[in-house]
Antibody, heavy 122, light 107 residues
Framework: QVQLQESGPGLVKPSQTLSLTCTVS??????????WSWIRQPPGKGLEWIGYIYYSGTTYYNPTLKSRVTISVDTSKNQFSLKLSSVTAADTAVYYC??????????????WGQGTTVTVSS | DIQMTQSPSSLSASVGDRVTITCRAS??????LNWYQQQPGKAPKLLIY???SLQSGVPSRFSGSGSGTDFTLTISSLQPEDFATYYCQQSHRTFFTFGPGTKVDIK
């Protein structure tokens, strides 16, 4: 069973770049079995999909965040990462990594990390 | 972009009640619709995928239905551990969208 663990700074200054990593265990990020996703949840609010990447490097981003988001894969470390540039207080949220099976477009996000809280503040 | 709405935004129910939550898409998404449960302070959990398929390990009191633009999540007999927030999510396009959520609390 694949397990995911997010890591990264809990505090980021406005205008800087938020950088998070999701470490994958119990499976290989190179297997092609999954799409590797990032989702966030501002305090007291709902879920917002940020984007996902396939092991080949193909990415899909939320259009509202696309100009600021980069998702990448490091197969040597079995990790995938999120970078969000020019952050503001509105980017304060719990950030989750999650996976969706690549076998069907009907698949949901069936494994999630525990989430990591990022606060944007000076 | 496909927008998702849910109703109600919150509801109060008792253990044993039958609960129904509705999700509507702004355009047809066939059955590319998933349902998640989120407990406070926890990551979401996939309950239903492809509108009506029960995710492995999820109790059979949860069921989903619908296609096109209108979908329903039903809990046949509410249990104490079911008090949570429920989200629908469309996967019809490469740009996923979540609904705003429905909070189910204790009456």
């Amino acid at each position: 069973q694949v397990q995911l663990q997010e890591s990264g700074p809990g505090l980021v200054k406005p205008s800087q770049t938020l950088s998070l990593t999701c470490t994958v265990s119990g499976g290989s990020i190179s297997s092609g079995d999954y799409y590797w996703s990032w989702i966030r949840q501002p305090p007291g609010k709902g879920l917002e999909w940020i984007g996902y990447i396939y092991y080949s490097g193909t990415t899909y981003y939320n259009p509202t965040l696309k100009s600021r988001v980069t998702i990448s894969v490091d197969t040597s470390k079995n990790q995938f990462s999120l970078k969000l540039s020019s952050v503001t207080a509105a980017d304060t949220a719990v950030y989750y990594c999650a996976i969706r099976g690549s076998g069907s477009d009907y698949n949901g996000l069936d494994v999630w990390g525990q989430g990591t809280t990022v606060t944007v503040s000076s | 972009d496909i927008q998702m709405t849910q109703s109600p935004s919150s509801l109060s129910a008792s253990v044993g009640d039958r609960v129904t939550i509705t999700c509507r898409a702004s355009q047809s998404i066939s059955t590319y619709l998933n349902w998640y449960q989120q407990q406070p302070g926890k990551a979401p959990k996939l309950l239903i995928y492809a509108a009506s398929s029960l995710q492995s390990g999820v109790p059979s009191r949860f069921s989903g239905s619908g296609s096109g633009t209108d979908f329903t999540l039903t809990i046949s007999s509410l249990q104490p551990e079911d008090f949570a927030t429920y989200y629908c999510q469309q996967s019809h396009r490469t740009f996923f969208t979540f609904g705003p959520g429905t909070k189910v609390d204790i009456k």
